[in-house]
Each structure stands twice: as C-alpha cells, then as structure tokens.
Nanobody, 117 residues
Framework: QAQLVESGGGLVQAGGSLRLSCAAS????????MGWFRQAPGKEREFVAG????????YYQNSVKGRFTISRDNAKNTVYLQMNSLKPEDTAVYYC??????????WGQGTQVTVSS
C-alpha cells in the first residue's frame, strides 16, 4: 500500500527556515509528479510546489517563489521542501502529494508548520 509520510514541521520565528521531508513507501512514483499543498486555519487547501520525476520541471505558487525550494531524491523515494524567509502567513498544515497533475491521488497525513511573528 502506497504511503507518504511527512516530517520536519515545527515552530519557527518569522525569517527562519524549515526543511520538510516526505518519504514514499509501498511503491515508487517514477511516473508521478510529487509536491506539496498546504491548508491554513479557516482557508482552503492550496498548491505550494511540484516537481516531476527527473527534476527538470518544477513549479511554485507565486507567493513562495524565491523563498521555497522543492527537490527530490529518487534513490530514497523522498521529496523535500526547503522553506526560507518564512512568514506568519506560511503557517499551515503541509501535505505531501504524488500523482499526475492536476490530479494528485496520493496524500500524506500532513505536518504542522507554525511561523511566529
């Protein structure tokens, strides 16, 4: 059974950094893009970043461009999200996803990121 497990969330001050990891198990996602969504309290879930298998196609939500970097290590079946210059508005539960865009069929359980001002 395919499973995505996130880690690396936590509490950080504004301007700080966090690195999220997502380990996939149960199958490889060689034909799938992997990425990240987030959901802030009282708001709808939104796309954050995505990457294809080879890493030569990467895309971001405009609000995180220049601050967040997505990458993947296919040998480890893992995708990462390096988040720098964090802002309070980045506070959310971050979900790892995998699938063929625009349909991401596999979701992790989420990890909380809280940015204090």
């Amino acid at each position: 059974q395919a499973q995505l497990v996130e880690s690396g969330g936590g509490l950080v001050q504004a301007g700080g950094s966090l690195r999220l990891s997502c380990a996939a198990s149960g199958r490889t996602f060689s034909r799938n893009h992997m990425g990240w969504f987030r959901q802030a309290p009282g708001k709808e879930r939104e796309f954050v970043a995505g990457i294809n298998w080879s890493g030569n196609t990467i895309y971001y939500q405009n609000s995180v461009k220049g601050r967040f970097t997505i990458s993947r290590d296919n040998a480890k079946n893992t995708v990462y999200l390096q988040m720098n210059s964090l802002k309070p508005e980045d506070t959310a539960v971050y979900y790892c996803v995998a699938g063929v865009p625009p349909d991401f069929n596999f979701w992790g359980q989420g990890t909380q990121v809280t940015v204090s001002s």
